[in-house]
């Protein structure tokens, strides 16, 4: 995770909110992964849980009041810290494939909530993954909701030296504010041209013409210009620090969490046996269709551990705004 999030709570006015979302948004993507060859990921399972958390920096780790704590308790991560970035996500739905996701920072009364499900195809020579569903920031001190979508990626030369770029046209939105932004990721072109440009507009209702523009490389340096013409770094995703997520260790984690159903592919893995890991993956994925069989056979309904379907979004069940009303 980056650090840029750690700032937009504590902007007071609206625009400079909207600015900070907008670099902190364009800032995530650098750091999906490390390395220019694209690899196979793992698939999820069904009822598959990912759990981590982020101590933010220059925070101090001051125990906080009992309120704080029942916070956190009962949250997505309950051994985090009150000023920490805690995230769950879990696969509510295996046909068609959805993740709902789930973020907060008590100390900054902030919550992202989101699901989306992917829609892949064959282009040639690449293969495109669309991201559909959307993510949704709260700002509970601002009774403020920021709604965006995901760009798409591509995993281009499938046949020859596979790398990655992302592409397509998204929107931040903030209805209560009045602000939004349009922003480009725009895929290389066949001849010439540069690989991983992103271009951002900034607007407000009020506007004619948008107040911000961004642009530059989504894994590189981006540049903000001022309506007068004048520019200078927005991010620069080159030199920005990044925070490691920190989990519980392997032996102390639940059985649906990612690294324990996963364990003994990643260790064939790491041990370079090819082999090893295709049979673990098949035995997981093996054991998820007898799964299957046996609740179709008996009846017995799927259900999420975590999240809950309202309309077409999958809902975290105690999001943060709904435990601070409780204590």
Same mark, same amino acid.
């Given at each position: 995770?980056?650090?840029?999030?750690?700032?937009?709570?504590?902007?007071?006015?609206?625009?400079?909110?909207?600015?900070?979302?907008?670099?902190?948004?364009?800032?995530?993507?650098?750091?999906?992964?490390?390395?220019?060859?694209?690899?196979?990921?793992?698939?999820?399972?069904? !009822? &598959?849980?990912?759990?981590?958390?982020?101590?933010?920096?220059?925070?101090?780790?001051?125990?906080?009041? &009992?309120?704080?704590?029942?916070?956190?308790?009962?949250?997505?991560?309950? #051994?985090?810290?009150?000023?920490?970035?805690?995230?769950?996500?879990?696969?509510?739905?295996?046909?068609?494939?959805?993740?709902?996701?789930?973020?907060?920072?008590?100390?900054?009364?902030?919550?992202?909530?989101?699901?989306?499900?992917?829609?892949?195809?064959?282009?040639?020579?690449?293969?495109?993954?669309?991201?559909?569903?959307?993510?949704?920031?709260?700002?509970?001190?601002?009774?403020?909701?920021?709604?965006?979508?995901?760009?798409?990626? #591509?995993?281009?030369?499938?046949?020859?030296?596979?790398?990655? &770029?992302?592409?397509?046209?998204?929107?931040?939105?903030?209805? +209560?504010? !009045?602000?939004?932004?349009?922003?480009?990721?725009?895929? +290389?072109?066949?001849?010439?041209?540069?690989?991983?440009?992103?271009?951002?507009?900034?607007?407000?209702?009020?506007?004619?013409?948008?107040?911000?523009?961004?642009? !530059?490389?989504?894994? !590189?340096?981006?540049?903000?210009?001022?309506?007068?013409?004048?520019?200078?770094?927005?991010?620069?995703?080159?030199?920005?620090?990044?925070?490691?997520?920190?989990?519980?260790?392997?032996?102390?984690?639940?059985?649906?969490?990612?690294?324990?159903?996963?364990?003994?592919?990643?260790?064939?893995?790491?041990?370079?046996?090819?082999?090893?890991?295709?049979?673990?993956?098949?035995?997981?994925?093996?054991?998820?269709?007898?799964?299957?069989?046996?609740?179709?056979?008996?009846?017995?309904?799927?259900?999420?551990? #975590?999240?809950?379907?309202?309309?077409?979004?999958?809902?975290?069940?105690?999001?943060?705004?709904?435990?601070?009303?409780?204590?």
């Amino acid at each position: 995770m980056t650090t840029c999030h750690d700032s937009i709570a504590d902007k007071s006015d609206p625009r400079d909110r909207m600015i900070a979302i907008i670099r902190y948004y364009l800032s995530a993507f650098h750091s999906a992964r490390k390395g220019a060859i694209a690899k196979k990921p793992y698939n999820p399972i069904l !009822g &598959e849980v990912f759990r981590c958390y982020w101590d933010l920096p220059n925070q101090e780790a001051a125990p906080c009041e &009992e309120s704080g704590k029942k916070l956190v308790e009962q949250g997505p991560v309950p #051994y985090a810290r009150y000023n920490s970035v805690t995230f769950l996500a879990e696969q509510v739905s295996h046909h068609p494939p959805v993740s709902g996701f789930y973020a907060e920072c008590p100390s900054k009364r902030m919550y992202v909530n989101g699901s989306f499900w992917t829609k892949s195809k064959f282009l040639g020579l690449s293969l495109g993954v669309n991201f559909i569903g959307s993510v949704k920031l709260h700002l509970l001190d601002y009774d403020e909701v920021y709604e965006a979508n995901l760009p798409s990626a #591509y995993a281009r030369s499938i046949l020859t030296v596979p790398w990655m &770029e992302m592409g397509g046209k998204c929107v931040i939105s903030c209805a +209560k504010t !009045g602000y939004s932004a349009d922003i480009d990721f725009q895929c +290389k072109p066949f001849y010439g041209g540069k690989k991983h440009q992103v271009v951002a507009l900034l607007n407000h209702v009020s506007e004619k013409k948008p107040f911000m523009k961004v642009e !530059g490389e989504w894994n !590189g340096v981006m540049y903000m210009e001022h309506p007068n013409g004048d520019k200078e770094v927005f991010v620069d995703t080159l030199t920005l620090p990044t925070i490691r997520k920190k989990k519980k260790k392997l032996d102390a984690q639940e059985s649906e969490e990612s690294q324990v159903i996963w364990r003994d592919v990643t260790s064939a893995l790491r041990n370079r046996d090819i082999q090893a890991a295709t049979a673990a993956k098949h035995a997981v994925e093996n054991q998820q269709r007898a799964e299957a069989r046996k609740r179709q056979e008996t009846g017995e309904e799927w259900k999420q551990r #975590y999240f809950e379907l309202e309309g077409e979004e999958w809902m975290f069940k105690t999001p943060l705004n709904a435990r601070l009303a409780q204590v």
